[in-house]
């Protein structure tokens, strides 16, 4: 008999799956962020600065104020513990699931090597790459000199170079090491990477099964859709790999009222290990590209919460704002604030705020401590509340009395 899980009880498995609710501590060091890396899997890197980039934003929302000089020693750096590869999206990747995404770098292989392909064309402009970097060890495209580096009109404008490099970053013939004002640096990756890591390829299969297992641990609870876009996978072989978890009693089959599709149930499965929380205490701000909200049909199931980034919409056309953050209090997400660090004025610019229907009444009065703490963390030394949203009056009262 499949168990039935309210949908209550699902937000807080899902919540608790991604490290909110636990007991915080005052000054986060590297064992509390790498232990949060571990739960997560994945950093999607994104490069809007108006606030702070997106991968540093997760733990924030889970940890609170921490050293982001202790998240680069983490993400990035021939020593780190993670490496930058196309997981989810562009991503941050703990070492150890390199082996895990040939299967994606030999789908870029095919789609850079088929006629007309960009690698087959610039083959000797590759092997020139790859030259410079076996001899001068890693480096930015910008440090590397040729008549072929010359901006062209697509791409972003990128150089032969640029473009070769990302390609060749695609299908793995070199790793990004680390940015550089968020530059990548690209090396061999042999240069970066354990032996181990490079020796044995992981067959397809093992690989997905692997990954949708992950995947299952770091959401808690998750359809078959859910499970397949935390890495972007086909639905086919998640939809293998899910029988033989279920069959290995990993994954336990699960009914979620609500979770529908068209007139039928959604099939749904529990991680075994997932914790059943009776409630979650936490207040938070959450990156447009966090797991909790990044599967935009997940989070209306979860949280009835519709959310768009409108980074892409014109101004004229924007409802929320250009970067508005949704805002995580206990097990719901509750309304969505527009954040701008003006780093000139040391102000944290709250451009627009909205409340969703529901929202506790006290959603100001528990936000603002968030937004006070998110100045600090940034180096800037006030607030404002400058925008437009029926809940910047009340976040704007809050502000005025503290």
């Known amino acids: 008999m499949v168990d039935r899980v309210s949908p209550a009880l699902a937000r807080r498995i899902a919540l608790a799956a991604q490290g909110f609710g636990r007991a915080t501590v005052a000054a986060p060091g590297t064992r509390q962020l790498a232990a949060l890396v571990d739960r997560l899997g994945v950093l999607q890197i994104d490069s809007v600065n108006v606030f702070e980039r997106s991968h540093y934003l997760p733990a924030f929302s889970r940890l609170g104020a921490y050293d982001r000089d202790r998240l680069d020693r983490i993400t990035t750096g021939r020593r780190g513990r993670m490496v930058e590869s196309w997981a989810h999206q562009a991503a941050f990747i703990p070492r150890e699931l390199w082996p895990l995404f040939e299967f994606r770098r030999e ?11 960009w690698l087959v064309e610039n083959r000797p402009l590759g092997d020139w790459l790859r030259a410079e970097l076996a001899a001068n060890g890693p480096m930015r495209a910008s440090e590397i000199e040729h008549d072929a580096n010359e901006r062209r009109g697509s791409w972003w404008g990128w150089s032969d170079v640029k473009r070769t490099l990302e390609w060749m970053f695609l299908v793995g013939e070199v790793v990004c090491v680390e940015r550089v004002r968020f530059e990548r640096v690209y090396a061999l990756p042999d240069q970066a990477l354990a032996p181990e890591l490079l020796e044995a390829p992981v067959p397809e299969a093992d690989a997905v099964r692997e ?16 499970l397949a876009d935390y890495w972007r996978m086909k639905r086919a072989p998640v939809r293998a790999a899910i029988r033989d978890l279920e069959e290995a009693g990993e994954l336990l089959p699960v009914e979620v009222p609500g979770w529908t599709t068209g007139s039928r149930a959604t099939p749904a499965w529990l991680h075994r290990d997932a914790r059943r929380p009776r409630r979650i205490d936490a207040t938070a701000v959450l990156s447009p590209f966090d797991p909790v909200v990044w599967f ?19 101004e004229p056309e924007r409802k929320f704002g250009y970067y508005s953050l949704p805002v995580l209090i206990d097990d719901d997400v509750v309304g969505r604030v527009d954040l701008k660090s003006d780093r000139k004025a040391k102000v944290l610019r709250v451009q627009s705020a909205w409340i969703e229907h529901g929202a506790p009444d006290e959603t100001a009065a528990r936000l603002l401590p968030v937004l006070a703490e998110a100045a600090r963390w940034q180096g800037l030394d006030d607030i404002e509340v400058v925008g437009r949203g029926d809940l910047a009056p009340a976040l704007r009262a809050e502000l005025a009395a503290a």
């Open 296 to 314: 935009r049909p997940r989070t209306e199931r979860l949280f009835d919460f519709h959310y768009r980034i409108e980074i892409y919409t014109p």
């Open 107 to 117: 789908e870029f292989r095919r789609k850079g090597s088929q006629w007309g392909g």
């Open 211 to 226: 990954l949708v297992r992950r995947a299952s641990m770091a959401l808690g609870i998750a359809t078959e859709a859910d």
